[in-house]
């Protein structure tokens, strides 16, 4: 099962915010332990560096950004993506419309 998991739950799991921490932090820990391949969209990694700035240090941003990598694969962000998640007026929120795209592209079973 492969699952794209959006910027927000990994932010709640990491930083224990409620209410949402439980579910988040329970879909971290089935990503960790690969029982679902699990997925984050580029800009993802470049949203949590400018949240996690604001409470910790350049150097502690990027170890925590570097052991993402080993719970997730990430999916690229690009030209076609970009441009459809704009064009498509359906979608109110354009972050949450390029995530689609993204588990589009990757054919992922659940965003969450």
């Given at each position: 099962?492969?699952?794209?998991?959006?910027?927000?739950?990994?932010?709640?799991?990491?930083?224990?915010?409620?209410?949402?921490?439980?579910?988040?932090?329970?879909?971290?820990?089935?990503?960790?332990?690969?029982?679902?391949?699990?997925?984050?969209?580029?800009?993802?990694?470049?949203?949590?560096?400018?949240?996690?700035?604001?409470?910790?240090?350049?150097?502690?941003?990027?170890?925590?950004?570097?052991?993402?990598f080993?719970?997730?694969?990430?999916?690229?962000?690009?030209?076609?993506?970009?441009?459809t998640?704009?064009?498509?007026?359906?979608?109110?929120?354009?972050?949450?419309?390029?995530?689609?795209?993204?588990?589009?592209?990757?054919?992922?079973?659940?965003?969450?």
């Amino acid at each position: 099962m492969r699952v794209l998991v959006d910027t927000n739950v990994v932010m709640d799991a990491l930083e224990g915010q409620a209410p949402f921490f439980d579910a988040s932090n329970q879909v971290l820990k089935i990503c960790a332990l690969k029982q679902v391949e699990g997925y984050l969209a580029a800009h993802s990694i470049t949203n949590l560096f400018y949240l996690f700035r604001k409470r910790y240090s350049n150097d502690e941003c990027r170890d925590i950004l570097l052991s993402i990598f080993d719970i997730f694969q990430i999916e690229q962000i690009d030209t076609r993506k970009l441009k459809t998640a704009l064009e498509n007026r359906a979608f109110k929120d354009f972050e949450d419309c390029l995530q689609m795209e993204c588990a589009k592209t990757i054919f992922a079973d659940i965003v969450q």
